[in-house]
């Protein structure tokens, strides 16, 4: 059914129009009866239904519907596998369509600017080509169903302190690079039906007011068709707002607002067509879901299987002196830790399920063998139990191998504050450190939605990292601890060694006023590899049960213009004697020196399944912005011509192929010149270069020190003198090629004229 959007609208009152602009509650959009809008309803995900039906509100005090909860985006992240989030994706719209909502509310694609950020748990990755990637998938497994997305926080939301008010104080190359880049290629490619803006301020201005980000951006670059939804609570002033491009409310105001829209339509405040036009995206989205309904299937069980399948994806093995896979049957194996009987499997806050089932590790066990169980800790508070200590050490001593489920509790991490350290409970690490002491054979297994702390990493035996990883967790860690599946996952982040070490350490959270992002674009991996920073694990690392080669780089080009695509293949042989998966990740690294970047950047990557002995090719492609940097001079996406380095790795650290490139760039950059532009900057410029050739030929004279061997020669060296000469600006040409000022305003003239 085609419906005739602009007449629906032009048959509303402004007052229905305006009411269209805001919830009806909670989670409902408001209906207009006498029109056939009906009322739709959204919600909460992103990795999971929180579909509420009784008394709604915003953070999960209240019961919502038994759903199935799948791993949060900082485990899926670490599979690295596109075809797993879209199925993600796919199982959610089909519960969405079952249960008769419109929308689910994600996925999520913060960056990771600090470990701090209690919220972390629900974002991708510290590496924005990495987060659109996966988020990009997600939002396409999801609307093959017919069910909207609502790809948020738009923008630039990296914590929970004063995340009400407080600005983010960005500069635009780092926002557009950075922070806009983990949203662009989700939006440009999987096309959501909805954005959600975010509740702070960018350089003072909030999102929810943000022509620039709403309209200017989203809507006039990047192409976004659908509507631009409020994060909870997130306007500040509603006409403002929808001016700028925020089409609905949420949740309701009392109507308040809708009363603000109609008196500044009525006193010319704001123009009636403005808000037409937020109606009829809106109206598109709604009906867009109830004219083309589709049978949803909501299958608890099935679902959960799927659970277990992305998690056993997405679990990462640090570290294994080859005490993995343990051998069932054959070791006295001992399991403590409380998070071993109940897991802790997501965060707290707005996306938190209520799962109709928990598969915990010790349930899972059974399955493979008999082991002895201590809790060891409580998760109450940080409080060391004697007698659980006691239990816990005698029970590890008996055993052949420890394992240890540990991590970070509720309170430590979730929506609405942020983590005070980046350190785990202090009576996990001490219970660690005493196991330690009567058993060296030690395995510990993670539950955590951000990087911890391992004061004791180099001391255990082996590390499993599960993070946040479903309402199937414990199943996929007894295939993985007992080698039925063999761990594929790569880190989405860095573990640094302390928070210290974090880029943006003395500038998170701010003052409650304003948080600056002084560290640019070296977030994360790019800051690390920059600094030569010894890390914990880096970005892109993980273990697993066998070996890969790489070998045969080949690209398609020697020389590209940055209008042209780089196909890049390479064979990846599993050496090992088990099947596995590997995740190829292919970083270019800018040789050009034309501006400061990362050492290198993530920009491709592939997981291929092989089988003992199996060699595959697989192939990644390059285009322009693989290569490029934003350039606030031109306001554009700029590749310089020169050197290009592709690199192929198993992280960002373990780099084993490279080859080089050379890119032709087609756009040109207007020059500036003026009398403080230096000889250095004319002389790389070919024709610039031309005009200046006597003159500098002329400073380089008269700068000379004096003959050779005297005191004058020894205190000015060649070097020296080129330095000075290079850095020189062009006013200085008055005194060293004994010019005019009338003179160096003609020759300005004349290299500009030149280099046109």
Known sequence: MKRDIKAIVKQMTLEEKAGMCSGEDFWHLKSVERLGIPSVMVSDGPHGLRKQDQEADHLGANDSIKAVCFPTACATACSFDRDLLYKLGETLGDECQAQNLSVILGPAVNIKRSPLCGRNFEY??????????????????????????????????????RRMSCSSEIDERTFREIYLGAFETAIKEGKPDTVMCSYNKINGEFSSENHKLLTEILRDEWGFEGYVMSDWGAVNERVKGLKAGLDLEMPGSGGYTDAEIVSAVKDGTLEESVLDTAVERILNIIFKYTDNRQEGRFDLEADHQIAKKIAEESMVLLKNDGILPLKAGEQKIAFIGKFAEKPRFQGGGSSHINSFKVESALDAVKA?????????????????????????????????????????????????????????????????????????????????????EMPWADDVS????????????????ADILFGKVNPSGKLAETIPYHLEDNPSYLNFPGDGQKVEYKEGVFVGY???????????????????????EYSDLQLSKEKIKDTETLQVSVKV????????????????????????????????????????????????ELNKRSFAWYNTKVNDWYAGSGTYEILIGSSSRDIRLTKTVELESTMKIPMEIHTNTTISELMENEKAKEVMKDLVD?????????????????AISQEMMIKMMENSPLRALRSFAGISTEEVQELIKKLKEAVK
Request: net charge negative; glycine share 8%.
């Open 462 to 477: 082996a590390i499993l990292e599960a993070y946040l990883c479903g309402q199937a967790v414990g199943a996929a860690e």
């Open 698 to 714: 002329q400073m380089m004279a008269n700068i000379g020190g004096g003959e050779e061997g005297s005191a004058a020669s020894e």
């Open 573 to 620: 042989k599993n050496t090992g004697k088990m099947a596995g998966k590997e995740v190829v990740q292919l970083y270019v690294s800018d040789k050009t020196n034309a501006v400061m970047r990362p050492v290198n950047e993530l920009k491709n990557f592939v997981k291929v399944e092989l089988q003992p002995q199996e060699e595959k090719t697989v192939t990644m």
């Open 124 to 161: 991708f990755s510290e590496d924005p080509y990495l987060a659109s990637e996966m988020a990009g998938a997600h939002i396409k497994g999801v609307q093959s169903k017919n069910i909207g997305t609502s790809i948020k926080h738009f923008a630039a939301n990296n914590q929970e302190y």
């Open 526 to 548: 790019r800051y690390y590899d920059m600094k030569k920073m010894p890390v914990r694990y880096p970005f892109g690392y993980g273990l697993s049960y066998t070996t890969f």
């Open 368 to 452: 493979y063998t008999e082991v002895a169980y201590a809790q060891g800790y409580d998760v109450k508070e940080d409080k060391i139990d004697e007698a659980m200590l006691k239990e816990a050490v005698e029970t590890a001593k008996n055993a052949d191998v420890a394992v240890i489920f540990a991590g970070l509790p509720d309170a430590f991490e979730s929506e609405g504050y942020d983590r005070e350290h980046m350190g785990m409970p202090d009576c996990q690490n001490y219970l660690i450190q005493e196991i330690l002491k009567v058993q060296k054979s030690v395995v510990v297994v993670l539950h955590n939605g951000s990087p911890v």
